[in-house]
């Protein structure tokens, strides 16, 4: 198998760096993937080879380009030669910069510099504790960072193994089996069933070859190939005289000339769109890099001013900075990342549990704001089961029930069932269908699926919901001798023995209806006798099942009266008898149905970008809501080739449906609508998704079908290759931003309320009402055990009713910051109130401190109450028992209630902390000067809505 190294040339990748928000003095960074365009030059491949456009010369032609002999190939001096020019037959990609050079690239951040800014300041003040968090901070965030720099690496190498085979080839009239890796251009390749294709070839001799494809253009069967130059213009998927590195030979056998290897290839070429791919930054990344800056210059402004205030007043430099340090500790929701992490991180769980399997903890949250969704057809949107649903024997038209491969179903005729025996001509027509067959049905852990071409397992299937079995029919009828399918002639016929007759034969011919009918005089009627040929009313019917997006294939047979043990294609003459058609289609899923409609009705639109044919790509998409109209427009590769930007804007607005495109036009099309601002989620499964799949805002890859290389490109995998998963994977998404929006919610206005107090206290020449360290007791303790009681809230009622959020809607929108104010002026007034109130009347520092703190976090714990779900479900659960109930609150409530009463109560904590045990009443001033919270919380809840 062809080892594709790193040969013909290096394109520098992107480099992916993993921004952070941790918590630190003086800035707030999240964790959170951010890709980074690297700025290197690429470096120039060396020896690169020349690239006509080799489907459009023909046999001479190329074979003269590459000075080959058709019959001996190359001479091995000749091979010496080129593979010192061309190199070997493997992949190329950018040696990279040095572990530990791309390790400190990791500090070339903004933010980081203020961290490390932040670390130096505490180390000069002594501060040993906040100097070691901030470094040990930076350094996880480093580390992460580099870590996740080895993504487009890891597809890189994934692709190359994708492709890794070994090749039958012809040198100085010898046939040698080599590692592709030594295969250079010019080199003559064999090729038979079973082989994958180990470089891209110009095929020039062919019998009956099929290639499966999937994984490159997209096409969802084997392409029948030929040798016969096509024009210039031929789109990637129609270059039926090219085989193409890393693709499948199902059928046949081939020979052709080797024209492209290693960064050459298409495979190549995918490669180095992989490396020119951006990967963007989520939205949630976005919003806190731009949440992050609103709190920097906000920190940084109050620090300043502290730090003049206490000036003013006569302190001294160390003094303002303590001071300073002491407000950037109250601001900062050092709790925060740890929360984001964990919201995000049940998150992850719930989507497993529907069936996607989140690679990167952002992919999440994107979901939730996703506004386009791209979408394969194949196996996507669709079963990936050909199906026989129409079939078209005696001039009577009959309709197949049942999906896929498993043999459920019936065949109907004006609805009601049909017995097959009443119907001579049907069964004929099925008989022949099973017979003419080179495939067979194979089942694997519960699944049926199809070892062979999957149209011929359609037939088998079809042919056993009208009760025939492969076993007799081949008693009755057993096979002499076979004619494959070759894409020039365009049908397949196998000759038969009958058991009853020793001296007669039967031939069956399958292939395409113009093959079939120009070999054909007469038909059966509905009772099984030969009648006239009626050819145009026949081609009408195959028209219209083709309009429909059905794949037709036609069936004739030919008694001979000779014990004949071969076929000659001199004995197909015009003298069969037409026996029907099948028309056969790849079905939509139909849970996919009604996860398209969910998605439409939430404001996603979806969209279908596919390798597959457009007459079959619109006929799925009207079965799924798609395209609603018949006219409704369907673009090609082709087409979007010659598409300026503003016309492919305009494509992506008027359309749904783009089919026969290539890998380049996937990406570009990702770009166009993230160009647009969309939020685009791209699934796919081949080689030739990889591209789009890392460029898209998430990447989501099939789990059972999907390539390696897919998968490693991909945020997202989809364990059922459902879209109604992604539908789901959605619908979570949205519950947990929603969910962040409360987290935050929750803790600033915590924070508020410490800044304010610390404010108004050094503003009034007051003692501090509450020191940093018991500030970071609340920040770190009992508001991360609250607040993460939100990442479990369950989902609220018409999450998949609601438009997608504006890409651009900031993460502090105005409602926001008004219930971060008020929450923050009564926790100030509760706080700041208790203070001065146990001082003023004991004056006893520690006690008054210790209240005060306490007060906070009741306040905060009532608030925590009033804003998640634990008290609607609670009454709900009364009116209706067994409705579930979202306990988790109460339970972050309880071990508040345990870490308060060891924060006042245990004596080696009143000694860390400076605090003092509380009586009863102590206590329960405390949980009552916190009680009134939940008065404005009740309001902003009905005003300005968390989620």
């Known amino acids: 198998m062809a080892i594709i190294r790193h040969g013909l040339g290096r394109e520098t990748e992107p480099t992916i760096l993993n921004r952070s928000i941790a918590q630190a003095g003086v800035i707030l960074v999240m964790s959170i993937n951010q890709p980074v365009v690297s700025t290197a030059n690429p470096v120039p491949e060396s020896n690169p080879m020349p690239q006509p456009e080799w489907h459009a010369l023909t046999i001479a032609d190329a074979t003269d380009h590459w000075q080959t002999d058709r019959t001996a190939g190359l001479t091995l001096h000749e091979v010496d030669r080129r593979q010192e020019r061309y190199g070997l037959n493997e992949l190329s990609g950018d040696s990279g910069q040095s572990p530990i050079l791309r390790f400190l690239q990791e500090f070339n951040q903004p933010l980081i510099y203020i961290l490390l800014l932040a670390g130096g300041v505490a180390l000069l003040l002594q501060d040993w504790v906040d100097a070691g968090v901030i470094f040990a901070v930076t350094l996880i965030n480093a580390t992460i960072g580099f870590v996740q720099e080895s993504k487009a690496e890891t597809a890189i190498a994934a692709l190359a193994s994708s492709v890794t085979t070994e090749a039958t080839v012809i040198r100085a009239g010898q046939k040698q089996r ?109 919003k806190i890099e731009q949440f992050s800056k609103l709190l920097l210059y906000v920190i940084l402004g109050l620090a300043a001013f502290m730090f003049a205030v206490v000036r003013g007043q006569g302190g001294t430099w160390a003094e303002g900075f303590k001071a300073a340090v002491a407000l950037s500790v109250s601001a900062i929701p050092e709790g925060l990342p740890a929360v984001v992490t964990v919201t995000l991180a049940i998150g992850v769980g719930r989507m497993a549990n529907r069936h996607a399997i989140i690679r990167k903890l952002p992919a999440v949250e994107t979901l939730g704001s996703t506004t386009v969704i791209c979408s394969d057809k194949t196996g996507t949107l669709t079963e990936n089961q050909m199906t026989v649903q129409l079939i078209y ?117 399958k292939g395409s209806v113009e093959a079939v009918l120009s070999r054909c005089q007469r038909q059966l009627d509905a009772q099984g006798q030969p009648v006239e040929l009626d050819s145009a009313a026949i081609e009408e019917v195959a028209h219209e099942l083709a309009s429909q997006g059905l794949r037709v294939l036609a069936f004739a047979q030919k008694d001979v009266s000779l014990p004949l043990d071969q076929i000659d294609p001199e004995q197909l003459e015009p003298d069969l008898v037409f026996l029907g058609l099948q028309g056969m289609i790849d079905p939509p899923r139909e849970a996919a149905i009604a996860a398209v409609h969910t998605c439409q009705t939430a404001g996603i639109q979806v969209k279908m970008i596919t390798g597959d044919h457009a007459l079959t790509a619109g006929a799925i998409a009207r079965q799924i809501g798609l395209h609603h109209r018949a006219d409704a427009p369907i673009f090609t590769g082709q087409a979007l080739a010659a598409m300026a930007a503003n016309e492919l804007a305009n494509a992506l607005e008027t359309s749904a449906v783009f089919a026969r495109v290539a890998p380049d036009q996937k990406l570009r099309l990702v770009e166009a609508l993230q160009s647009q601002g969309e939020i685009v989620a791209m699934t796919g499964d081949g080689v030739n998704d990889a591209p789009a799949l890392k460029q898209a805002d998430i990447g989501v890859a099939m789990g059972i079908n999907g390539t390696e290389v897919a998968k490693e490109a991909a945020d997202m995998i989809l364990t059922d290759d459902d879209f109604a998963s992604i539908e789901a994977a959605v619908e979570e998404g949205r519950t947990v931003y929603g969910n962040l929006l409360k987290t935050i919610g929750f803790i600033l206005p915590v924070n508020g309320g410490e800044a304010l107090t610390i404010l108004g206290g050094i503003l009034v020449a007051a003692t501090l009402p509450i020191l940093p360290v018991q500030i970071l007791w609340v920040n770190m303790v009992s508001s991360v055990a609250l607040s993460a009681t939100l990442a479990f809230e369950p989902k609220v009622p018409g999450t998949m009713q609601r438009s997608p959020r504006r890409p651009n809607e900031p993460l502090l929108s105005g409602k926001l910051l008004w219930r971060v104010l008020v929450i923050s002026v009564f926790n100030l007034v509760a706080v700041f109130g208790m203070f001065e109130w146990v001082f003023q009347t004991t004056d006893n520092l520690n006690l008054a401190r210790t209240m005060a703190v306490h007060s906070l976090v009741a306040a905060e714990t009532f608030y925590l109450l009033s804003i998640s779900q634990f008290v609607p479900s609670l009454l709900a659960r009364c009116q209706q028992p067994g409705r579930d109930v979202a306990f988790v609150p109460a339970i972050g409530v309880m071990a508040v209630v345990g870490f308060q009463v060891a924060f006042s109560q245990v004596a080696w904590i009143n000694s860390l902390f400076d605090t003092q045990p509380l009586t009863l009443i102590q206590a329960a001033l405390c949980i009552g000067a916190g009680l009134p919270v939940i008065v404005p919380a009740l309001i902003l809840k009905r005003l300005a809505p968390l989620a």
């Open 393 to 509: 024997a005696g001039s009577e038209t009959y309709q197949v029930s049942g999906v896929g491969y498993v043999a459920e179903g019936a065949i109907l005729k004006a609805g009601h069932p049909v017995q097959p025996d009443t119907q001579p001509s049907l069964r004929a027509c099925l008989q022949c269908g099973m017979l003419c067959n080179d495939s067979h049905l194979q089942e694997t852990e519960g699944q049926v699926s199809v070892a062979g071409d999957p149209t011929e397992g359609a037939l088998i299937v079809s042919a056993h919901k009208a009760g025939l079995t492969l076993p007799m029919l081949e008693d009755a009828l057993p096979r002499l001798d076979t004619i494959p399918f070759e894409s020039q002639f365009q049908y397949m016929a196998t000759l038969h023995g009958l058991k009853n007759q020793p001296d007669r034969r039967r031939i069956y011919l």
């Open 178 to 286: 080599l590692n592709s890796c030594d295969l250079v251009p010019g080199d003559l390749v064999l090729l038979s069933s079973g082989d994958k294709v180990p470089a891209d070839m110009r095929l020039i001799q062919g019998r009956g070859l099929q290639v499966s494809e999937a994984a490159l253009p997209g096409e969802s069967v084997p392409v029948q190939k030929s040798t016969e130059p096509l024009a210039a213009n031929t789109g990637l998927a129609d270059r039926t005289n090219m085989a193409f590195a890393g693709s499948l030979v199902t059928l046949g056998q081939a020979k052709g000339i080797v024209v492209a290897i290693g960064n050459q290839t298409q495979t190549g070429k995918i490669s180095r769109l992989m490396g020119r791919s951006t990967g963007l930054v989520t939205p949630l990344t976005r």
